[in-house]
């Protein structure tokens, strides 16, 4: 096809599939291709992280001892030690993932992720004051920063609003309140004795040693509601992308679209932050290159949730190989990573004039 310019545009591939109840769902061809292909992506390398150790299993082993063939000792190293560990890791990468396409779609800006608007920064102040303060276990320190994420998502969403929240005013707040967290994280870190500050900024760094069935249950059980949730008001969040007013004159409700799904990536990027400590660009990252395989202008909820989950565990295993006996945590390589995609970003945008 060509336009009035007498230049070519492109003409995405879709399907309509109908169910025998009359329910019909389009899909992009590309983006499922897409999805597919990352799923398989992160089943492998997850097939590939549980097999890499100091007791190294083959890949053909690892896929009996999950389908519960293997020896007492693989069932042990598996299914006890390293199995968790991934299921973390997938389940932070795709929390992280998701949120992170949330706020972008809001924001209607590519910097709008939980890490520049200061929701991970919130969640480490929450565990920092539990750790500092009272010394607490793991459980405090889930709950902690829990509630640390979800009093900083409403600070920035009482301090944006003005008859309604918007993307720059968000993105603008969000450094803001960014600044004003880390500040007190750094003096919470000041008055810590020594066990209590070490220990503090281990979690900092964002990592998915040691992680168990512990950590697995409660996450699995938020992504269990809240990913069904935001998925469903995929449509209304795309809508809201030509403007607040012609998305009401279409029926959705953008406020209320607007502070649920906020809601659900605060939640999301707190529980991730719980889990694994604040693990950092993943969600800046992971929404940004599922876009660009996709080629879709939209949310891309979907894309960006797998892609998250591809890059975790991915960038696990590659601690783990690249560093051996002395691997990096997990947050380490993704902000090394993801500070280098940030330059490329920020490069680019300025580029298009968009900044």
Known sequence: MKNAAGEKSAVRKTRTLRTPGGLSLRTDT????????????????????????????????????????????QDFIVNELRLPRVLVGLLVGASLGLGGALFQAISRNPLGSPDVLGL????????????????????????????????????????AWKQGVHGYRLVLVGIGVSAVVTAVNGYLLTKADFVDATRAVVWMTGSLNGR????????????????????????????????????????????????????????????ATAAAGPVSFVALTAPQLARRLTRSPGPNLLPSLCMGATLLVTADWASQRAFGADQLPVGVVTGVLGGVYLLWLLVTERRAGRI
């Not at 512990?214 to 949730?229: I, R």
């Not at 953008?254 to 999301?268: D, F, P, Q, T």
């Open 30 to 73: 590309r983006a499922l291709v897409v999805v597919t292909a990352l799923l398989l992506t992160a089943c492998a390398a997850s097939v590939v992280l549980i097999g890499t150790g100091d007791f190294p299993i083959s890949f053909g082993d690892v896929l009996k001892t999950l389908a519960g063939n293997g020896t007492a000792g």
């Open 120 to 159: 991970s920064q919130g969640a480490t102040s929450g565990a920092l004051v539990v750790i500092v303060l009272t010394s607490g276990g793991a459980t405090q320190v889930t709950f902690g920063a829990l509630a640390g994420g979800l009093l900083t998502g409403l600070a920035i969403y009482l301090l």
């Open 212 to 271: 168990d069935w512990n950590q697995v249950w409660p996450l699995l059980a938020l992504c269990a509601v809240l990913v069904p949730l935001s998925l469903a008001n995929a449509r209304g969040l795309r809508m809201m992308e030509m403007g607040d007013d012609v998305s009401n004159a279409l029926g959705v409700r953008v406020e209320r679209v607007r502070l649920l799904l906020m809601v659900s990536a605060v939640l999301l990027t707190a529980a």
